[in-house]
């Protein structure tokens, strides 16, 4: 699969009231074409500023370095004006809270308007019509109604499918979606990850899928790179991701879990301490404080990312070993 | 030894919004009952009726066998000790300007509970038995984590031993890791104290943990009620399959094996609810009966599981649901 987006040694500093708090260490990896690519983590991880940083959607207050390469050029080094092109052109997003990225006051039909204006130069029937193509496509039946209707007219379902929808107008070779299903009901958020996987199949757009969810990840993901402290920590895989976690933390993450396939002895594994906020990116692993493995060398030495026992990535000095049942697998 | 909560008939209408409508429920002591459902089936609403946060509008709700539904605020104030509840957000639900000692000590302090040493002493033990350091008793809820805020509420709300805790979403603001902690946390408590459980939440997975019986409730009815294994090993309303089909398990080759059950359409109003069975509209298998008569919940099969729903026999073979579309 070809490269479509990559990511290296991407690094956001907030300075604050407090002092600078790194949120992003250094963070690389790669979209594939059409790939569903999970970005993982828990809150304050950084997964959420990574998507952001992507097109310079940060606040002034942030300063980013790194480079973010697609097409050829570097995004990182563009003037708003033409990052303003490629947002929604060529990179979409998609958020968790629909209601505060629609606007309340104008119908549906205005909103998806808009972005087919700005960047197709449709208007009239022509872009009435297109906006209900897209209603449709993402599964909204009664299209053309729903678009003289008013954001809070609708369910969280579908204005989440609006979102989506108006996302996609321009066949976005790429679709950031920020914990897009995690406000939405278990039974509406199926329907949401089936139109991310119809999006995929119709007009081929590559996902980057940002989420906290494990059971999303592994409804819907290719790929994925799991984020800690600032830092991707670990890369493969869904199957060999759930299969063989190499790094201690994503085996943490996922003992976490209650998991009805797989039931723990003794209650669910818990990961003691708390996620570091850094101001600086100390010459260690981020994770050993917290990790059963660390010895010395974790703790004064930078673990890069390289791969690992089980041949996937791994940013781990001592990464855990491939479980016996499944190393013929 | 009568039932810790006896839930019977119990109705709560917000002027139209008909949030619950006539839900009977019983939870032994010492049980934990699973009351599942999304957003809108009035589960929280359900719960804050159960522990009197709110007026019912009909209907009885006892424990430890005493009528608490109709009572006055006043005579409701000496039998609050029995009952008590925990939270989604513990940032909300904590008092910013106490003490964590003073938040943990307050349900004891109302009921008169022993003496300042005394409930000072108890407060370390309780915090203790959250897995809090004694010290934390002198710090403000702001100064704590997400986690270490939730231990202070379920601190708080076990401090004068209920009989029964309603946990309303207790784990759903918190981090994977964190999660863990406080549903292992609620487990062993629950075990070494000994008091009935109402856990209302939206993550199966967390019942499934957690749960002896489960409680299923759509658009303000219940639609089943089973035992733990045999609700999520042979579910049987309509409803409880997809709801079950739908949420991911975090393992992608048997996720991606699983068959879905997609449902159309989204959780219509409870200002006017679907005629017959709530849940015909949605449903993928509803006849022209589902429309028109309400189903009672009744016993189906050998085992004592409760279901309302007119295609499960009445052996409990539950009917077999395919996606519509």
């Known amino acids: 699969m070809s490269k479509l987006l990559t990511v290296d040694s991407l690094t956001v500093r907030f300075s604050t009231e407090d002092g600078t708090v790194l949120a992003v260490d250094g963070a690389s990896f790669a979209v594939a074409e059409r790939e569903v690519l999970a970005l993982v983590g828990e809150s304050g991880c950084g997964k959420s500023v990574t998507a952001l940083a992507l097109t310079g959607l940060l606040p002034g207050t942030a300063a980013v370095s790194g480079s973010v390469h697609m097409g050829g050029q570097n995004l990182r080094g563009l003037p708003e004006a033409r990052l303003r092109a490629i947002r929604g052109r060529d990179i979409a997003y998609v958020f968790q809270e629909p209601m505060t990225s629609l606007n309340p006051v104008l119908t549906v039909g205005r909103q998806i308007g808009e972005v087919l204006r700005r960047h197709q130069r449709l208007s009239g029937a022509a872009a009435k019509r297109r906006a209900a193509e897209l209603l449709e496509l993402v599964g909204i039946p009664l299209p053309v109604r729903r678009l003289s209707e008013y954001p809070h007219q609708l369910s969280g379902g579908m204005r989440q499918r609006v979102m989506i929808a108006m996302a996609v107008a321009c066949r976005p070779r790429l679709l950031v979606a920020d914990e897009p299903t995690t406000a939405l009901d278990v039974t509406v958020q199926a329907g949401v990850l089936d139109v991310l996987r119809t999006l995929r199949a119709e007009i081929g757009t590559a996902i980057l899928l940002i989420t906290h969810d494990l059971g999303v990840v592994a409804d819907i993901a290719d790929r994925v790179v799991v984020m800690y402290a600032g830092r991707t920590i670990e890369e493969a895989h869904a199957e060999a991701l759930f299969a063989r976690p190499s790094h201690p933390y994503t085996r943490g993450l996922l003992d976490a879990v209650p998991n009805p396939a797989r039931h723990l002895d003794g209650g669910l594994r818990e990961i003691p301490g708390r996620v570091p906020q850094l101001s600086d990116s100390p010459d260690a692993c981020t994770f050993a404080d917290r990790c059963a493995r660390a010895d010395t060398t974790c703790r004064t030495r930078r673990p890069s990312l390289d791969p690992g026992p089980a041949g996937h990535p791994v940013r781990c000095w001592h990464p855990l070993p491939v479980p016996a049942a499944v190393t013929t697998a | ?325």
Do not use: W
């Open chain 2, 1 to 325: 030894m009568s039932a810790a909560l006896e839930i019977v008939d119990l109705v709560k209408h917000f002027g139209p919004v008909r949030a619950v409508d006539g839900v009977s429920l019983t939870v032994g002591a010492g049980e934990v009952v699973g009351l599942v459902g999304e957003s809108g089936s009035g589960k929280s609403t359900l719960g804050r009726c159960v522990t009197r946060l709110i007026p019912v509008t009909s209907g009885q709700v006892r424990i430890t066998g005493r009528e608490i539904g109709q009572l006055s605020r006043r005579a409701l104030r000496p039998l609050r000790r029995n009952f008590n509840i925990v939270f989604q957000d513990p940032s909300s639900s904590l008092n910013p300007r106490m003490t964590v000692g003073a938040i943990v000590a307050e349900p004891l302090r109302l009921h008169g509970i022993g003496t300042t040493v005394e409930r000072r002493a108890r407060v370390t033990e309780l915090l203790d038995q959250v897995g809090l350091r004694g010290e934390v008793a002198r710090r403000y809820p702001h100064e704590l984590s997400g986690g270490q805020r939730q231990r202070v509420s379920l601190a708080r709300a076990l401090s004068a031993a209920p009989a029964l805790l309603v946990a309303d979403e207790p784990t759903s603001a918190l981090d994977v890791s964190v999660q863990a902690s406080v549903l292992n946390l609620v487990g062993r408590l629950q075990q070494d104290m000994g008091f009935a459980c109402l856990f209302i939440t939206h993550d199966l997975a967390a019942v499934e943990y957690l749960a002896q019986r489960v409680a299923v409730m759509y658009l303000g009815v219940l639609v089943e009620v089973a035992e733990r294994a045999e609700l999520f090993g042979r579910p049987r309303h309509p409803y409880t399959q997809a709801l079950l089909s739908a949420a991911p398990i975090p393992d992608p080759v048997a996720q991606r094996a699983r068959r879905r059950i997609v449902l159309t359409g989204d959780v219509p109003s409870p200002v006017d609810p679907p005629s017959g069975c709530r849940f015909h509209p949605r449903c993928p298998v509803a006849v022209e009966r589902c429309s028109v008569e309400v189903p009672a919940l009744r016993r189906v099969g050998p085992s004592g599981a409760t279901v309302a729903c007119h295609l499960v026999a009445d052996d409990g073979t539950p009917p077999v649901v395919t996606d519509r579309r």
